[in-house]
């Protein structure tokens, strides 16, 4: 579930760092998808529910062929997963903020 959650919150922040070729290299060969792709719709969100607060990357190199996430899941407050049966794997993500 932290995984789940981890990409969640990372598909819903603003990255203020440009991720360096590599990372979206790692990720483009390890998930079958195009590197341009992945520059716009994972660093660049069109609406962005989560504002960067850190200068932290998002994504970074790790080890020799790995990546590792900094969400800023310490900005969740709460969560709850509500799980269904389906022939379809999908993922639905609701944002609601608790004050300014």
Same mark, same amino acid.
């Given at each position: 579930m932290k995984i789940l959650f981890d990409g969640i919150i990372a598909a819903l922040q603003r990255n203020l760092v440009v991720p360096v070729d590599? +990372? /979206?290299l790692?990720? @483009?060969r $390890?998930?079958?998808v195009e590197a341009e792709l992945l520059r716009k719709k994972i660093f660049r969100p069109l609406s962005p529910a989560i504002m960067a607060t850190r200068k932290a990357p998002l994504v970074a190199p790790y080890r020799e062929h790995? +990546?590792?996430w900094h969400p800023a899941d310490d900005k969740c407050e709460d969560c709850t997963f509500v /799980? @269904? $049966?389906s022939d379809t794997a999908f993922c639905d993500a609701y944002l609601f903020p608790i004050g300014d």
């Open positions: 590599e +990372v /979206v790692r990720l @483009s $390890k998930h079958g790995g +990546v590792q /799980v @269904s $049966k």
